[in-house]
């Protein structure tokens, strides 16, 4: 089963930016999909970002787009979040996730929900 470990969030300004990582443990990393998600204070968990498991296709939630770009290295069993343009309504724990399912459907890819345990997440603060 994998289990992933977060890291890279701390506070920034409005307008500042951030690289998350997500170090993903266990067999079969590269048959997955990987998702990041936020929980905002006070909100439910809510997917920000997918990428397939060829790294090949990714999905950001309407706030993310245009500002975030999700990678992978599948060498390295790690997952990346790179965040620009950061506001204050992107503050929240940050965590990854394995996905049941991935399908590209029109050019679009649609990730499943996530499973598994989650890892303690991490922050991310936008305030100046």
């Known amino acids: 089963q994998l289990q992933f470990a977060e890291s890279g969030g701390g506070l920034v300004q409005p307008g500042g930016s951030l690289r998350l990582s997500c170090a993903a443990s266990?067999?079969?990393?590269?048959?997955?999909?990987i998702g990041w998600f936020r929980q905002a204070p006070g909100k439910e968990r809510e997917e920000v970002s997918c990428i397939s498991s060829s790294g090949s296709s990714r999905s950001y939630a309407d706030s993310a787009k245009g500002r975030f770009t999700i990678s992978r290295d599948n060498a390295k069993n790690a997952v990346y979040l790179h965040m620009n343009s950061l506001k204050p309504e992107d503050t929240g724990l940050y965590y990854c996730?394995?996905?049941?399912?991935?399908?590209?459907?029109?050019?679009?890819?649609?990730?499943?929900?996530?499973?598994?345990?989650w890892g303690q997440g991490t922050q991310v603060t936008v305030s100046s």
């Open positions: 266990g067999n079969a990393f590269n048959y997955y999909g």
């Open positions: 996730a394995a996905v049941l399912s991935e399908s590209v459907i029109g050019g679009i890819l649609r990730c499943g929900s996530a499973f598994g345990d």
